[in-house]
């Protein structure tokens, strides 16, 4: 994995406080939810809590500034709000973020469905998610109840069947 190139406000440490200033401060988040999703898609990473406080995207060591639990949970909320993250709990500590929404993934997956020819036939989770087929794939290694959200989604609009057998899934692409 090559190293993550972090953008120039993370080393500016008013960035890591919320700015008052309404015009700022909407810059400020907007910067930080696109600084969320391409961290977490560079780490393949899906599901994150709000406490981890050594995680490097909520604590810059070299400026030694950290972000609260409540400016994070702004910036998660504002990704929520543009369909690229979940509240998993209560608390509001645990959060699947998605960098594509559910939506981009679903057409993403069935267009893939369609160019390989694998429409009326049975796939499992792993081949979408893992399988050789989907190595140059933006959903390839998808965290695997993001890839159940989204096959719920297509089953809504009439494209697949999810088929659970014993805790296990397979789907149908119709």
Known sequence: MTDFQW???YEFPPFFTLQTHEETQKRQLNVWCSLFLKYLKHLNKFRINVNESAFPLYYNESVNRRLSSDMILKILTKLQSSGHAQQLDKKGYEWLVYWHTLDEYGNMIYEWIQETGQTNTVCTLYEISSGELTNDKEFHEIDEDVLIKV???????GKCELIELDGSYGVKFL
């Open 7 to 9: 953008p120039w406000e």
């Open 151 to 157: 096959l719920r989604l297509l089953e809504e609009r």
